[in-house]
């Protein structure tokens, strides 16, 4: 008897990625709308985003700075012995700051991808269920973003309308990222406790 190969060959594969790529950006662009991220926002957003890459290391180093304070999440960047794991923090400070200082690219197919690739690295990929970083504290950490940002802009935008604006223009910006960071958290094995 002839079995059947069931495996998947590398076009599969790619049409398999194509079609979840247009998945991503159909989620982005249903959370664009339903936020209401305009091109008025887009606009500020870029206006803006120069103050936030300027200085997007010290929010990165704050943000890993801020969740060693708790065991919650400080387990994640410790070594055996309980030590800090400065070289993975460092990385991690790193990946933040890249990720803060390219905020202000088109939010297109592509863009989904590389933001549920950064949700994909917090589900412990299908490895050790220790290492996944529940979806509550990337929430958590978003808001902690959005407060630093929000400091950040009040340094530099006198008019308090224009400071109400761009600060919920970005604050609509990290929700859509956040939902792409949830979508891959949804979609990783995860039980209905998820988040
Ligand atoms: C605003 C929220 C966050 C953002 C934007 C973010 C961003 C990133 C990025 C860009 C990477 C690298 C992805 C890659 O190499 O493919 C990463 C990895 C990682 N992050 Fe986060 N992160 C966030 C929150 C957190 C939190 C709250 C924790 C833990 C408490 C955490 C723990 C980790 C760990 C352990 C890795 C390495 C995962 C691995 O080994 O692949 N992150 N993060």
Known sequence: MRLRS????????????????RAFGR?????????????????????????VAARA???ATAVYGHLM?????????????GSRDREHIGR???SLTEWLAS??????????ARLIDIGRAHTARAGDPALRVHARYLLMTISFVQT?????????????????????A???????????????CDGAGASGHWY
């Open 6 to 21: 069931v495996g998947v060959n590398t076009g599969d594969e790619r049409a398999l990625r194509r079609r979840a790529t």
């Open 27 to 51: 989620r982005l662009a249903v959370a664009r709308a339903i936020i209401g991220y305009d091109g008025e926002d887009e606009f500020r957003v870029r206006l803006t985003h120069e103050l």
């Open 57 to 59: 290391d010290e929010l």
């Open 69 to 81: 304070k708790f065991p919650e999440t400080a387990s994640f960047f410790q070594l055996a012995h």
């Open 92 to 94: 991690r400070i790193d």
């Open 103 to 112: 905020m202000d690219g088109p939010l297109d197919e592509d863009a989904a």
């Open 148 to 168: 630093a940002v929000v400091d950040l802009l009040a340094e530099h935008i006198e008019d308090l309308r224009e400071l109400a604006m761009t600060a919920a």
């Open 170 to 184: 970005w604050n609509k910006l990290l929700m859509i990222h956040l939902d792409l960071f949830l979508a891959a």
